[in-house]
T-cell receptor, first 112, second 113 residues
Framework: QKEVEQNSGPLSVPEGAIASLNCTYS??????FFWYRQYSGKSPELIMS????GDKEDGRFTAQLNKASQYVSLLIRDSQPSDSATYLC????????????FGAGTRLFVKA | DVKVTQSSRYLVKRTGEKVFLECVQD?????MFWYRQDPGLGLRLIYF???????EKGDIPEGYSVSREKKERFSLILESASTNQTSMYLC????????????FGSGTQLSVL
């Protein structure tokens, strides 16, 4: 079982719709959770971090965390073609040192 | 702006060659990391360092070594390159705080022929 699992996609949504990206993780001791966006041919950049159960909103992005279910999600409202990218879920157990474990990523395609 | 600079964007080497990938960061970060990224496998951690002259193995260290002689520079070394080391290599750095985010370099696409 992979430590961080994501559906590889592609996930295709029309412009203006809500895109929902999901991630599950296996380490129950994980404490920090991140979503990185990676455009084709570019390096990942952080768009959201979340550390406690519930929702965290930042502009059009909402991260959701459910530690009991070991589940993290990212919602993108009013999706734009510029949101088309691969979204990487990343998880960190702060007591286990400095390692951040990444999922393989979900490709999102927003159709104009 | 944080800058993580990788010395080469594209590199082509032959099997058996010794390969050096260099990474420099300008934000005085304590932690530095080397990942490789392959389609369908995501980012996998090769080695990391949390201080000068310190290094820790990641999940896939076989065939690689690292060097951190100065705080701002972290080098990845392929002692004898093999074709299965053809990949995108990403360097990242971060502050030591437990919830720190990673800042990535632009990556080096290495092809071993």
């Amino acid at each position: 079982q992979k430590e961080v699992e994501q559906n590889s996609g592609p996930l295709s949504v029309p412009e203006g719709a809500i895109a929902s990206l999901n991630c599950t993780y296996s380490d129950r001791g994980s404490q920090s959770f991140f979503w990185y966006r990676q455009y084709s041919g570019k390096s990942p950049e952080l768009i959201m971090s979340i550390y406690s159960n519930g929702d965290k909103e930042d502009g059009r992005f909402t991260a959701q965390l459910n530690k009991a279910s070991q589940y993290v999600s990212l919602l993108i409202r009013d999706s734009q073609p510029s949101d088309s990218a691969t979204y990487l879920c990343a998880v960190k157990n702060n007591t286990g040192g400095f390692k951040t474990i990444f999922g393989a990523g979900t490709r999102l395609f927003v159709k104009a | 702006d944080v800058k993580v600079t990788q010395s080469s964007r594209y590199l082509v080497k032959r099997t058996g060659e010794k390969v050096f990938l260099e990474c420099v960061q300008d934000m005085d970060h304590e932690n530095m990391f080397w990942y490789r990224q392959d389609p369908g496998l995501g980012l996998r951690l090769i080695y990391f360092s949390y201080d000068v002259k310190m290094k820790e193995k990641g999940d896939i260290p076989e065939g690689y070594s690292v060097s951190r002689e100065k705080k701002e520079r972290f080098s990845l070394i392929l002692e004898s390159a093999s074709t299965n080391q053809t990949s995108m290599y990403l360097c990242a750095s971060s502050w030591r705080a437990t919830n720190e985010k990673l800042f990535f370099g632009s990556g080096t696409q290495l092809s071993v022929l």
